[in-house]
């Protein structure tokens, strides 16, 4: 089901940063991790990224391991994902998605996703 919404995404070089956002205004992300995802290509999905539904728990994908960092806002029922040190190879469909169980973790499946931004890194 598709009900959260990212925003962010565009064209930016090689060494630059962004910051994606996602939100919902139709469902309450408190108590849920929330992930991060990329779809490049011709490639499978991937997840980059993971917070807990308190912040105290974050993860990243060897990929993006030191550039990228989760965070939350759970009173703006917000998640982001700062992008720093951009490469070529991150250029991908990003989405992002809720956790399926309250108070869980990323890895036992996420049942809503956005539609994706598209971040382009390009010279």
């Known amino acids: 089901q598709l009900q959260l919404v990212e925003s962010g995404g565009g064209l930016v070089q090689p060494g630059g940063s962004l910051r994606l956002s996602c939100t919902s205004s139709?469902?309450?992300?408190?108590?849920?991790?929330l992930g991060w995802f990329r779809q490049a290509p011709g490639k499978e999905r991937e997840e980059i990224s993971c917070?807990?539904?308190?912040?105290?728990?974050?993860s990243y994908g060897d990929s993006v391991k030191g550039r990228f960092t989760i965070s939350r806002a759970n009173a703006e029922n917000t998640v982001y994902l700062q992008m720093n040190r951009l490469k070529p190879e991150d250029t991908a469909v990003y989405y992002c998605?809720?956790?399926?169980?309250?108070?869980?973790?990323?890895?036992?499946?996420?049942?809503?996703w956005g539609k994706g931004t598209l971040v382009t890194v390009s010279s």
């Open positions: 998605a809720r956790g399926t169980f309250r108070r869980d973790y990323c890895n036992h499946g996420m049942d809503y």
């Open positions: 139709e469902i309450s992300l408190d108590y849920y991790a």
């Open positions: 917070i807990s539904s308190d912040s105290t728990i974050t």
